[in-house]
């Protein structure tokens, strides 16, 4: 089959619009009239400067990032490693800077400190199998006494993931001061929940590589949100981080790493630091500029398209009726159920059952579908069932195809 008879659902990597594919075909060969191919060119060559400015450009205008160089001002980094890669990314960079803060107020007694240090929580929003992992990660590096499973959705739901408990009975560190961070996954892609807001919490991280570029979001509550591009920015390959100037050099001291040895504390690699990644801007190392290019391509998609304040705000229009209309028909018929709770149903990743999560019926939906054209259904081999990813480049035609196929397998016609 060609590009044009598929539509493909698959959770990540995702598809990107065929235009910017297009476009990248011919910069593969020649970039900017230069004979040279995009991904034969200097991360250091003006062209590559401007297309890393171009792509930051356009997620700043998407997002509305405040871009001042004071401590309000955010930085976007662009960094490898994926979504996992930040999972310790994260814990390097939030402990060493709670560190050289409770080092600063003690005035470098070191045994005090090492009491402090015994009290340092990271705290984790537990809400499926992504932020888990994340909290896995905090736990191997820093040491499980330091990490505080604040709420943990299997608690709430006979032992699986599908739901977000109430704030009310969340169990936040209680001592605000020794919170290095606050933890979140906003939308778990192998779950399908996904948080209506951004919940409270000190020193907040968020990652959003499964929802990113589909809704506005409130980035000055952030300390820092990162998110692989696979799924809806672009290719595999780069992720990106936005991070406050509170928590980077000159704003805020880091430890050394001399100290956090000593102090039993983890020491990162250089490639996942924040502060060397933001001194280089992204360019500490070799970037996958082709990526950023790709990255930069979509935004401006985005930005053309759109009419709304912030501007992502029409892309989350687009999105939420496309998650609509296949709700829609996964509620108005017996054949199916959603697995997650309703109220915190994700628009990214829906996740449903099919006959009663029965084997064979799955199948047949499955092999239906791809008859027609329509892919990458399966769900996530750890929990089964079926998963539609509405990611951006999934157009407005293929969901109703999808749903028409849906109602047409439910009422036995397939
Ligand atoms: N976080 C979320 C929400 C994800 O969906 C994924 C991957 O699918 C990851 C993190 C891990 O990303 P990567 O495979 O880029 O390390």
């Given at each position: 089959p060609s590009r044009e008879d598929v539509h493909y659902f698959g959770a990540g990597p995702a598809p990107l619009p065929t235009a910017v594919l297009e476009e990248a075909s011919k910069v593969l060969l020649n970039y900017n009239d230069s004979g040279i191919g995009i991904t034969e060119i200097s991360h250091r060559s003006a062209d590559a400067n401007a297309i890393l400015a171009h792509t930051q450009s356009g997620l700043r205008q998407l997002l509305d990032i405040p871009e001042s160089d004071g401590p309000d001002g955010y930085q976007i980094l662009f960094l490898q490693g994926g979504g996992s890669g930040e999972f310790s990314a994260v814990v390097y960079h939030m402990v060493s800077i709670w560190v050289a803060r409770k080092a600063k107020e003690l005035g470098g007694d070191e045994d005090k400190l090492r009491e402090e240090v015994k009290k340092m929580k990271l705290d984790?929003?537990?809400?499926g199998s992504w932020s888990l992992k994340a909290s896995q990660e905090a736990a191997r590096l820093a040491g499980a006494?330091?990490?505080?499973?604040?709420?943990?959705?299997r608690k709430h739901r006979d032992g699986k993931f599908g739901t977000i408990a109430s704030p009310d009975t969340y169990t936040p560190t209680a001592d605000t001061d020794a919170t290095a961070l606050t933890y979140y996954c906003d939308n778990e892609t192998v779950d399908g929940v996904e948080f209506q807001a951004a919940p409270d919490g000190a020193n907040l991280v968020a990652d959003m590589s499964s929802n990113f570029l589909s809704r506005p979001v409130?980035?000055?509550?952030?300390?820092a949100i990162f998110g692989g591009?696979?799924?809806?920015?672009?290719?595999?390959g780069i992720t990106i981080a936005i991070v406050s100037n509170r928590i980077l050099p000159p704003h805020t001291p880091m430890a050394d790493a001399g100290l956090l040895r000593k102090l039993g504390l983890p020491v990162g690699p250089v490639v996942l630091d924040w502060p060397t990644i933001a001194k280089n801007n992204s360019l500490y190392n070799t970037l996958p500029i082709f990526d950023v290019w790709i990255a930069g391509q979509v935004m401006q998609k985005l930005l053309d398209a759109s009419t709304g304040s912030p501007r992502i705000a029409t892309q989350q229009s687009e999105s939420d009726r496309k998650a609509a209309t296949l709700y829609a028909e996964l509620d108005g018929s017996d054949a199916y159920h959603v697995v997650p709770d309703n109220s915190v149903r994700s628009r990214m990743n829906l996740c449903f059952r099919v006959r009663g999560g029965d084997a064979e019926a799955e199948k047949a939906f499955l092999k239906g579908a791809e008859s027609r054209g329509l892919l990458g259904l399966k769900g996530h081999r750890s929990v089964g069932g079926i998963r539609c990813s509405n990611y951006n480049a999934v157009p407005v035609s293929a969901v109703e195809k999808l749903a028409k196929y849906m109602k047409e397998f439910a009422e036995g016609k397939i």
């Open positions: 984790y929003l537990v809400t006494e330091h990490v505080n499973i604040v709420t943990d959705s409130d980035v000055r509550k952030h300390a591009a696979q799924k809806n920015i672009g290719t595999t």
